[in-house]
């Protein structure tokens, strides 16, 4: 398929169309004043502590929710777009098996992610009572008890180890991931030791492949799906995040243009990463420094031996997208992964006797092996989609799809809307001091929900059809294969419905009556390349939805499972609860918390 042709499969987006008006965005909280002072001592009775404690942990639920699989929550009524009801849609759903006391749990967190307010000031109330003698170890009791419970699969992968065998039991899979995040830049983090942190994270997304791979020896299935997979941040192994940005920034200013023209972030060439080998003359490459590039090829080396591992292990790795200051290094070396872990074979050749001459032709393996995150709230995804496509055919790899909507609008627009104002007031020279990037005069992101949506919905059907024609390739001419893979991270029940009715439409899963109705059997050739997936502690029913209405022999559905230690991942996560309050917009909180409700109404009173 020609790039022209990807790109017509967009009818939306194909034609140019003069940008809507620049909606008034919602402003980033802010923090609480620096004059804070924190409570006395008098003040903190038994009772006082425990409930300021409880408080104070919504920073953990909102900043866990933050990988960018949300964004898309249901209305605050607790029902889809058609009426649905968001209870668990089958009576084997695990709504009906989960225990009191976690519902319990539920209503609370929710209840209190429910409090825009008390999202706002959660960081520096948590900061506050974690350096109180005494007051410490109750907050953080506290905080385990609710929301790392709710949130968070353990303290390490062994100890996650049960909540995956409980997800299993459910037929549901996990995308795995070790949440611990490097702030290199906090006082005192210069020494030797905080140096290697980010290595430490290398070495425990290798044991995280390790253990996923264990679990899944142990539950093998014969359809080719992969139940358990695992995901990594580029941006939390390097020892300072800015050498990303200052990469991201060299390829924009040097970058080619592509025809169509992709909209910043911008599309990865294959030339990206070269600045790292060639090593250019000083100032030839912009604001890098020759630490970032050695830092960066550090990454390149770790992200080697990462894919390394996981393929010999028949694991999937998935890359999280991150700011778009972030993503055109993250692209570039998410491309470099994929043109080597995710290369195809030959096609098989044939002699005169119809015989296959190369056997190694047909060892393709776990493909895709690496999928790159796309989001469907840029502007750019049509275009850039459709030059994904068109280059993994043009280079003879997989294609790995993870299409999720995002998760940093409201941020996004209030950076672009800062630097925009910088520039026209020329009090901060482009790129020196901004966060944003961007050469463009609109945001990265579309100014609509309804625009995220259509975007979402229509790169769901292109990949599904793409699907189909991979599998009939590989299955009526033998070409290698899977050449193209799916992950649909959603909360939007249309969305996760309409994943299932174009499998069934692109005749990739029949649909089946049963004792409990209608079903849908999802193929083996389906299985081998399309997953959905949603975030643990959220949307389970959702989760519980399309697991009854499907019918596979491996888990078709995902969580995104976290684990780290309470103390590792607390001091991070309440620096990132602010930017990524936008994950509990959309009454997706209060959804969650009415369905906590009407469970636990229903258990006690029938």
Same mark, same amino acid.
């Given at each position: ?45 038994a009772?006082?502590?425990? =409930? ?17 699989v ?21 009576g084997s759903?695990?709504?009906s ?26 960081? @520096? ?19 385990? +008890?609710?929301?790392? &419970?709710?949130?968070?699969? $353990? ?5 996650? !180890?049960?909540?995956?065998?409980q ?10 991931? +070790? ?66 940005r ?16 992709? @909209? ?13 080998s ?9 604001? /890098? ?10 990454l390149?080396?770790? !992200? ?12 999937r ?58 989001q $469907? ?42 630097? =925009? ?19 463009? &005069? ?14 979402? &919905? ?7 059809? !793409? ?49 409990? $109705? ?16 949603? /975030? ?16 596979? =022999? ?8 976290? +684990? ?7 001091? +991070?996560?309440?620096?990132? @609860? ?14 969650e ?8 109404? @229903?258990?006690i009173?029938?």
């Amino acid at each position: 398929m020609s790039l022209p042709r990807a790109a017509k499969l967009f009818p939306r987006f194909a034609a140019c169309r003069p940008p809507p008006p620049i909606l008034r965005a919602r402003g980033l909280a802010t923090p609480p004043p620096p004059g804070l002072s924190p409570p006395r001592t008098k003040f903190l009775s038994a009772r006082r502590i425990a =409930t300021i404690g409880i408080v104070s942990s919504t920073l953990l639920g909102t900043a866990l929710l933050a990988p960018v699989v949300y964004a898309d929550a249901t209305a605050a009524d607790g029902t889809g777009k058609a009426g649905r009801s968001s209870q668990a849609h089958d009576g084997s759903g695990s709504a009906s098996k989960t225990p009191l006391s976690a519902l319990v749990r539920t209503y609370v967190v929710y209840s209190l992610c429910s409090i825009p307010a008390l999202v706002d000031w959660s960081p @520096a109330i948590l900061s506050t009572l974690l350096a109180i003698p005494g007051v410490r170890k109750v907050t953080e009791a506290v905080v385990r +008890y609710t929301f790392f &419970n709710q949130f968070v699969g $353990g303290d390490s992968a062994e100890e996650a !180890l049960p909540v995956l065998e409980q997800l299993r039991a459910e037929n549901k899979g996990v995308l795995f991931v +070790y949440s611990v995040e490097v702030d290199e830049t906090a006082p005192g983090s210069a020494g030797p030791q905080a140096a290697s942190a980010h290595k430490q994270i290398v070495d425990e997304t290798l044991h995280c492949i390790d253990v996923a791979a264990d679990f899944e020896d142990r539950h093998a299935s014969g359809d080719g799906g992969k139940g358990t997979w695992v995901a990594i941040k580029l941006s939390a192994m390097v020892p300072d995040a800015e050498a990303l940005r200052r990469l991201s920034k060299y390829l924009v200013d040097t970058r080619p243009p592509t025809n169509p023209r992709v @909209a910043f972030p911008g599309c990865p060439r294959a030339s990206d990463l070269d600045v790292l080998s060639t090593r250019p003359a000083p100032g030839a490459s912009g604001t /890098l420094t020759e630490a970032d590039i050695a830092a960066l090829c550090e990454l390149r080396d770790d !992200l080697a031996a990462i894919c390394e591992r996981a393929r010999a292990r028949g694991i999937r790795i998935t890359v999280d997208a991150e700011h778009s200051w972030y993503q055109p290094a993250i692209d570039a070396f998410t491309l470099d992964m994929m043109r080597k872990f995710n290369k195809l074979p030959s096609p098989r050749r044939r002699s005169w006797f119809g015989q296959r001459q190369d056997a190694k032709a047909e060892e393709v393996g776990t493909q895709p092996l690496i999928y790159n995150t796309f989001q $469907g709230y840029l502007r750019r995804t049509p275009e850039y989609l459709a030059q994904s496509i068109a280059d993994a055919r043009a280079g003879g790899y997989a294609l790995g799809v993870k299409l999720v909507r995002g998760a940093y609008h409201p941020h996004e627009i209030e950076v672009h809307k800062a630097a =925009t104002q910088s520039r026209m007031d020329r009090t901060t020279p482009s790129g020196s001091h901004e966060l944003s990037i961007s050469p463009d &005069n609109m945001p990265p992101v579309w100014l609509r929900k309804d625009e995220t949506d259509t975007c979402y &919905n229509e790169a769901v059907q292109l990949l599904v059809r !793409l699907v189909r024609e991979d599998a009939e390739n590989v299955e009526a001419k033998g070409a290698p294969g899977p050449t193209i893979g799916a992950l649909f991270g959603t909360h939007n029940w249309e969305s996760a419905d309409l994943v299932i009715d174009e499998l069934v439409r692109q005749g990739l899963a029949t649909k089946v009556q049963g004792e409990k $109705g209608e079903s849908v059997w999802i193929s083996d050739a389906a299985m081998k390349r399309v997953a959905v997936a949603q /975030l643990y502690g959220m949307c389970d029913a959702l989760t519980d939805h399309l697991v009854s209405r499907t019918r596979t =022999t491996s888990p078709f559905v995902l969580k995104y499972l976290p +684990y780290g230690s309470l103390a590792e991942v607390m001091p +991070y996560l309440s620096r990132r @609860a602010i930017e990524n309050k936008s994950v509990l917009g959309n009454g997706g909180a209060a959804s969650e918390r009415k369905r906590a409700a009407s469970e636990i109404w @229903a258990r006690i009173f029938g």
